[in-house]
């Protein structure tokens, strides 16, 4: 089994910083990438960017993009998302999320994913 725990979420101004932490323990080393989603009250989850464990090869949503970065340190088992320049639109319950051994084909669905952090809460106050 696989466990996630996030951290570093909390309440920032508008064009503020947060630093996110995704520490994962388990059958990680079979995980092929890891991935962070988003929802926000009364909205789907949705994703925000996904890094592979081997190559660190990374992939945003356009919104996010050249204001979030994800990144991993493979020797802690953690996957950070790095959030600049933060709108009171990014404001939700940011997950991590892991896809099981074997799945090495990883898209933008929450379906790709088998694995679930419990979500950590930020809040951008205008």
């Known amino acids: 089994q696989v466990q996630l725990v996030e951290s570093g979420g909390g309440l920032v101004q508008a064009g503020g910083s947060l630093r996110l932490s995704c520490a994962a323990s388990g059958r990680t080393f079979s995980s092929y990438a890891m991935g962070w989603f988003r929802q926000a009250p009364g909205k789907e989850r949705e994703f925000v960017a996904r890094i592979t464990w081997t190559s660190g090869n990374t992939y945003y949503k356009d919104s996010v993009k050249g204001r979030f970065t994800i990144s991993r340190d493979n020797a802690k088992n953690t996957v950070y998302l790095q959030m600049n320049s933060l709108k009171p639109e990014d404001t939700a319950v940011y997950y991590c999320?892991?896809?099981?051994?074997?799945?090495?084909?990883?898209?933008?669905?929450?379906?790709?994913?088998?694995?679930w952090g419990q979500g950590t809460q930020v809040t951008v106050a205008s």
């Open positions: 999320a892991a896809p099981r051994s074997g799945r090495y084909s990883v898209g933008t669905s929450t379906s790709y994913y088998d694995y």
